[in-house]
């Protein structure tokens, strides 16, 4: 069995990059140390590798099943999730008066990517539940808290998210699942829900749906301007928090996956045949702003998850090459000398370094977000919080995109190092490639994030946002410039940085005069462009960290120090001029895509 992820990589990453236990230093988490968050971390991987990771490929190969009246999940799925509860990981990052260890977001993070590394089947219904309770934290009543949120949080109840629809994925504008006033405050909800993560199972004593709906009256707005947020209890719970009579929701089926197997996925009935009853989450049709509160540190979580996913191919991939004989270097033409490894192949190195460049890469990047996030959360200096929450705006797309899109393209690598048996399911590889192929679907799609980078996130605020991270990255480029080493990467850096900023602004203009299709026709590619950008700027972080520590490293360490700046120089030279390329076409305004007819497609 193949590591994981590296946890040299994961300390070096956490500690020595973005200096973690700096953290301790706030009122919020002083009650830990540097110990606390090494034991934490080093149980979360004992735990992964024991009880999750062990039955992975079984989960794979024995998908939940529904047989008219239950949903069948092999023993191995409630063994882990119960030890995983038993262990405090579903409470980790939460509030201690809310029955959690208040650990920073980074390290509940930096553990939660051990868990997807393993088995991101069976951890999902610890992280559905986890965002639920984290979203009746944000915007439930104190009573919710009680009754729904805190036995989340302890791990009696679990949660789901539903908010697609057959008709509505992208566009939730277009649901139709109606909540009904009653007399006494509550509703009556009735509509379908689709693509539910988790909507039925017997894993725990009951299960807290968040539901999106439109309240039933005259006044509630059309689009997302009508949207609510309900809580919906699949067993109602009493108030003294006993379980009561079973609501009136109901599973419709199975949807049957490519990957991601272990999380049942359901079509659910709100209502069909009796009461469905909901109770409103926060205020009546700001409910996808509710939703929204929760959605950036999901999208942060999916972005880490494709991460460690691309991570646990390339360690795959690595080990692979490392004992796999075949051919002979390409000077060697002696057919009688003894063949090597195939990680003597340049081609085999290539394919090495452009996963290790992509996972490791991503995974900084997702864990830099959740630094950001404990800087919010933290409650230090005013200036130092607003400026990490729009640093955030900027880069939560690009931090659950790149990952999802280029760590899916790491786990392509993989299997091709692999050859034929990376094509066999006695590796892990082309699991670990299904698995991944969720990760630009859901929780917004890869070209509707590029819509949300370009159309909302780089207008907002005049372009506060872009002109912060513009001049973030400068600040690392400025710090390595007269640099031996990484000076040609930082000049790299700074050229990139200004094609981006000038197609930005030809787009802006585009956008400024109306010509709104052309502005967007290609966010998809200005996501792709940006999210290089942004990597680039991690390795350049990565490596200036690395050089300054391998000074003083003792010998066992320095290869794990050159890996990382040979994988910054990779990044430098194979993938940031890409996007040269594509600035090129962004500032053209290229109408190609607007104007095929579709009767030529
Ligand atoms: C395994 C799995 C688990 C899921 N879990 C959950 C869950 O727990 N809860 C939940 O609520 N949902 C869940 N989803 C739903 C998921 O979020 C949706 O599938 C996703 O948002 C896309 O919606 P859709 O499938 O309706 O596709 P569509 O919205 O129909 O999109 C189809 C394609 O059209 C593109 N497109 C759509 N609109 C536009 C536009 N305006 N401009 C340009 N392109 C556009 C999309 O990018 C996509 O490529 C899950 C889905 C899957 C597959």
Known sequence: MSSLINR????????????????????????????????VIDAAEQLAVDQFQSHAAKLDANEPH??????????????????????????????????????PYTIAQACASLFSAANIGTAGYAFLTGAAANMLRIVGSDEQKQRYMRPMIEGRFFGTMCL??????????????????????????????MWISGGEHDLSENIVHMVLAKIDAPDTPPGTKGISLFVVPKFMVNDDGSLGARNGVRLAGLN???GYRGTVNTVLNFGESEDCVGYLVGTANKGLAGMFHMMNEARIGVGMGAAVLGYAGYQVALDYAKNRPQG???????????PVAIIEHADIRRLLLAQKAAVEGAYGLCLYCARLVDTVDAGGDADAIAHARLLLEILTPIAKS??????????????????????????????????????????GTHGIQGMDLLGRKVLMQDGAAFKLLVATITETVERHAGDDTLGEFAASLCEALAAAGSTTQTLVGAAMSGQLDRFLANATIYLDMLGHIVLAWQWLEQ?????RNRANAPDADRAFYDGKLTACRYFF?????????????????????????????
Request: proline residues 6%; contains cysteine.
């Open 8 to 39: 040299r990589d994961l300390d070096f990453l956490l500690f020595e990059y973005l200096e973690a236990d700096a953290l301790t230093a706030f009122n919020r988490y002083a009650d830990h140390d540097r110990a606390t968050f090494d034991a």
């Open 543 to 547: 490596a200036g960290v690395a050089l």
């Open 256 to 258: 049957h996956k490519m």
């Open 328 to 338: 002979r270097p390409a000077a060697d033409k002696n057919p009688t000398s003894k």
């Open 402 to 443: 790149w990952p999802s899109e280029f760590c899916l393209e790491a786990n392509k690598h993989a299997i091709q190092v692999l050859g034929g048996y990376g094509y066999t399911r006695d590796y892990p590889v082309e699991r670990l490639y299904r698995d991944n192929r969720l990760n630009p679907i859901h929780e």
């Open 66 to 103: 529904f047989d008219g009246e239950r949903v069948h999940i092999i023993p191995e799925v409630k063994a882990a999730v119960d030890a995983y509860i038993d262990g405090g990981f579903l409470g980790m990052a939460f509030d201690a008066e809310d029955g959690g260890l208040q650990l």
């Open 573 to 601: 030279r194979y993938e940031l001029p890409k996007i040269h390329t594509q600035c090129a076409l962004l500032k053209q305004l290229d109408d190609t895509t607007l104007t095929v007819d579709p009767a030529g497609l």
């Open 164 to 193: 697609s629809e057959p008709q509505a994925g992208s566009s939730l504008g277009d649901i139709k699942t109606r909540a009904i006033p009653q007399p006494d405050g509550s509703y009556h909800l009735v509509g379908t829900k």
